[in-house]
């Protein structure tokens, strides 16, 4: 099975900062990934399909990169409703497998 | 809007079955793929399987032995069953639709249900 691994764990940070959170899978995926933020007692919210393809309706802050092993979710200038639980999931092979998520939390 | 809500038991003995049902409103399920995720106590998340839009399945190896996706169509509901569970097996489950072309992401979830396996 494809591991993704997410890093770092957990995130601090204050709103208005920009990040950039990684995952980086055990095999090349092309860009097979995808991301989800889950806020507490919420479903997954889809954020980027494919990499870096936008969703309707996720703010424009949101934006992905990356291809082959290592991808990266970026959040320009994080708010306060961006505090939560990042995933990334592929879809290259199955299984599809999930990362084990970075938190990010105010500082 | 396509809505998807999860039903079924919350708390299940070892050694039994796990037995789920998604509703789907706004969509018919004949179209696209349909899954089911599972989140664990400590936030691991584990893809199970899905159901095609045609009815044809596809199951997480991990699971195979255990896991059924079924359906029903002229109630546009999907279901999860998953026998001989154990403690391992409790989690938050929640179904999911996928892409036209393949359970490959999932643009929109249920709420979740939390299935609990004890005596």
């Known amino acids: 099975n494809i591991v993704l691994t997410q890093s770092p764990a957990t995130l601090s940070v204050t709103p208005g900062e920009s990040v950039s959170l990684s995952c980086r899978a055990s095999?090349?995926?092309?860009?097979?990934i995808h991301w989800y933020q889950q806020k507490s007692n919420e479903s997954p919210r889809l954020l980027i399909k494919?990499?870096?393809q936008s969703i309707s309706g996720i703010p424009s802050r949101f934006s992905g990169s990356g291809s082959g092993t290592d991808f990266t979710l970026s959040i320009n200038r994080v708010e306060s409703e961006d505090f939560s639980i990042y995933y990334c999931?592929?879809?290259?092979?199955?299984?599809?497998?999930f990362g084990a998520g970075t938190k990010l939390e105010l500082k | 809007e396509v809505q998807l809500q999860e039903s079924g038991p919350g708390l299940v003995k070892p050694s039994q079955s796990l037995s789920l049902t998604c509703s789907v409103t706004?969509?018919?399920?004949?179209?696209?793929?349909w899954g089911w995720i599972r989140k664990f106590p400590g936030n691991k998340m584990e893809w199970m399987g899905y159901?095609?839009?045609?009815?044809?399945?596809s199951y997480n190896p991990s699971l195979k032995s255990r896991i059924s996706i079924t359906r029903d169509t002229s109630k546009n509901q999907f279901f999860l069953q998953l026998n001989s569970v154990t403690t391992e097996d409790t989690a938050t489950y929640y179904c999911?639709?996928?892409?036209?072309?393949?359970?490959?992401?999932?643009?929109?979830w249920g709420q979740g249900t939390l299935v609990t396996v004890s005596s």
């Open positions: 095999q090349s995926i092309s860009t097979s």
């Open positions: 999931q592929q879809s290259y092979s199955s299984p599809y497998t």
């Open positions: 999911a639709r996928g892409g036209r072309l393949g359970a490959n992401w999932f643009a929109y």
């Open positions: 706004g969509y018919s399920i004949t179209s696209n793929y």
């Open positions: 494919y990499a870096s």
């Open positions: 159901i095609s839009y045609s009815g044809s399945t």
